[in-house]
C-alpha cells in the first residue's frame, strides 16, 4: 500500500520569510496529492492540490510542486504570516472517491 | 459549499459507556464517507469506510464490533464507540468526497471524545 512520508516535523521561520514542506510517496499509481492545514482543535482544511499530469500549482502565497519521477512533491509558502502558524499534513491517493493515506505532518511556527 | 459537520464536538462519557457521533454532508449529498482518528500530535489514521446503504469497510486492526457506523442516508453517517475505554479517547473527523466529481475531500470539524 501507499506511505507518505514528511519532513520536516517542524519548522519555525522568521514572519515574512519561505517555509517549504517535502513529502515523498511509494505508489506510483497515486496521482492526487493534496496539502491540509490543521489549526489546533479543528478539522483539517484543504489549501492547495496538485493533480499527476501537472507539475506545479500556484494560488497567491501557496504553491505545490510534484516530481512524478522522483515520486516527491513539496508545498510552499511565501511571505509567511502568524497565521499561517498550524500542522501541515500532505496525502495522496490513486482513486477518485478513496481515502487518503495522510503524512505524519509537519508543525510550522511563524515568529513575528 | 461542499461542507461537513459533526456533531458533537466535544463529549466526554464514563468507561463502559457508548457514545454516537454524527457526520453531515450539508450542501451536498456523499455515498461515502471516511472516519478518521488523530491522538495528540499525531496524523490522520483512518478507521472505517461508510458506504451509503451497505456496511462499512474497516481498516485492519479496528474492531467492527466496537466502532459501529451506519450511513443511513447520503447526508449522514454514524459512528458509534461502544463500551468505551480511556484508551478510546481521541479526535475523531469524518470526511466526505466532493459533489463535483473530482479527488477533493472536506473533512468535518472533529469531535473530540474523552473516556474517564
Known amino acids: 500500500g501507499e506511505n507518505v512520508e514528511q519532513h520536516p516535523s517542524t519548522l519555525s521561520v522568521q514572519e515574512g520569510d519561505s517555509a517549504v514542506i517535502k513529502c515523498t510517496y511509494s505508489?506510483?499509481?497515486?496521482?492526487?496529492f493534496p496539502w491540509y492545514k490543521q489549526e489546533l482543535g479543528k478539522g483539517p482544511q484543504l489549501i492547495i492540490d496538485?493533480?499527476?499530469?501537472?507539475g506545479e500549482k500556484k494560488d497567491q502565497r501557496i504553491a505545490v510542486t510534484l516530481n512524478k519521477t522522483a515520486k516527491h512533491f513539496s508545498l510552499h509558502i511565501t511571505e509567511t504570516q502568524p497565521e499561517d502558524s498550524a500542522v501541515y499534513f500532505c496525502a495522496a491517493t490513486n482513486n477518485y472517491g478513496q481515502n487518503f493515506v495522510f503524512g505524519p505532518g509537519t508543525r510550522l511556527s511563524v515568529l513575528p | 459549499g461542499a461542507v461537513v459537520s459533526q456533531h458533537p464536538s466535544w463529549v466526554i462519557c464514563k468507561s463502559g459507556t457508548s457514545v454516537k457521533i454524527e457526520c453531515r454532508s450539508l450542501d451536498f449529498q456523499a455515498t461515502t464517507m471516511f472516519w478518521y482518528r488523530q491522538f495528540p500530535k499525531q496524523s490522520l489514521m483512518l478507521m472505517a469506510t461508510?458506504?451509503?446503504?451497505?456496511?462499512?469497510?474497516?481498516e485492519q486492526g479496528v474492531e467492527k464490533d466496537k466502532f459501529l457506523i451506519n450511513h443511513a442516508s447520503l447526508t449522514l453517517s454514524t459512528l458509534t464507540v461502544t463500551s468505551a475505554h480511556p484508551e478510546d479517547s481521541s479526535f475523531y473527523i469524518c470526511s466526505a468526497p466532493g459533489a463535483s466529481g473530482g479527488y477533493e475531500q472536506y473533512f468535518g470539524p472533529g469531535t473530540r471524545l474523552t473516556v474517564t
Open positions: 461508510s458506504n451509503e446503504g451497505s456496511k462499512a469497510t474497516y
Open positions: 505508489d506510483s499509481a497515486s496521482n492526487y
Open positions: 496538485i493533480r499527476s499530469n501537472v
